[in-house]
């Protein structure tokens, strides 16, 4: 790709890619989320079951991942939202720095969640609970 | 055009709900004392009136997403292919949302 008419900053190519890198990654997992919640709702996956799965090294890495990607669509969406609607520079750089603050934060506080069970305080089977 | 506006809407509200969404999954996959919570929450009328609100706008976004997609790759590169599989996608989340409400 020759470099001309990038946009003002140039990354607009840059986000426009991992936005759909990460829509497709999201198109294969999303179902599985929903699948899983829909299912306990319905009363058909019991505590134990959902606990064994979600304490695999496996489901553990494929949620941290979907925990990026996840964060990764919001962003680039969020970005493309925020900068159609607000217009001056100042205000755009504000807006982004506190949304880009928020969601590496969510980002953190979320894989300590999924790796160091932070159920510590409830009752976790590997843990010794019920 | 609505197809449009439709993605950016269910887009913010789904920004919103599915980081909450894997949240509660996790901790009720991690301890049985928010597992009891989440559950009961879940079957109460405000959790069924969220997950379907949340089921509907995630299909909608999913399917015009993938519609994007397609977009992206050049398969509905006309006016005529992008007004009809808008419609596809409207009609689809229509009927997913019946069927939802009717089973859930």
Redesign the interface.
């Known amino acids: 790709m020759k470099d001309k008419d990038l946009g003002t900053a140039g990354t607009g190519f840059h986000d426009w890619y991992w936005q759909?890198i990460s829509?497709?990654f999201l198109?294969l997992t999303?179902p599985v989320?929903?699948g899983?919640?829909?299912l306990?709702?319905n009363?058909n996956i019991s505590?134990h079951s959902?606990?064994t799965?979600?304490?695999h090294p496996i489901s553990k890495t494929l949620?941290n991942l979907?925990?990026f990607a996840?964060l990764t669509h919001?962003w680039t969406?969020?970005k493309v939202?925020i900068e159609d609607y607000v217009h001056t520079t100042a205000a755009r750089a504000v807006v982004l720095n506190i949304l880009l603050i928020l969601l590496v934060g969510?980002a953190m506080y979320?894989s300590y969640?999924?790796w160091a069970?932070?159920?510590y305080?409830?009752?976790?089977i590997p843990c010794g609970?019920? | 055009m609505f197809a449009s506006i439709a993605h950016r809407a269910s887009g913010i509200f789904l920004v919103f709900i599915i980081p909450a969404a894997l949240w509660l999954l996790l901790a009720m996959a991690h301890g049985s004392i928010a597992y009891m919570y989440g559950l009961a929450w879940l079957q109460s009328a405000t959790g069924t009136v969220v997950l379907w609100l949340t089921c509907v706008a995630l299909f909608y976004h999913f399917s015009n997403g993938i519609r994007f997609l397609l977009l992206d790759i050049g398969k509905t590169d006309s006016r005529e292919a992008m007004k009809l599989s808008a419609k596809i996608v409207v009609f689809t989340t229509i009927l997913f949302a019946l069927i939802l409400a009717v089973k859930i």
Do not use: D, Q
């Open positions: 759909r829509a497709v198109l999303i989320l929903m899983l919640l829909l306990t709702y009363g505590f959902l606990n799965w979600f304490t949620s979907f925990l996840l919001m969406g969020l939202i969510f979320m969640f999924i069970e932070i159920s305080t409830f009752n976790c609970g019920k």
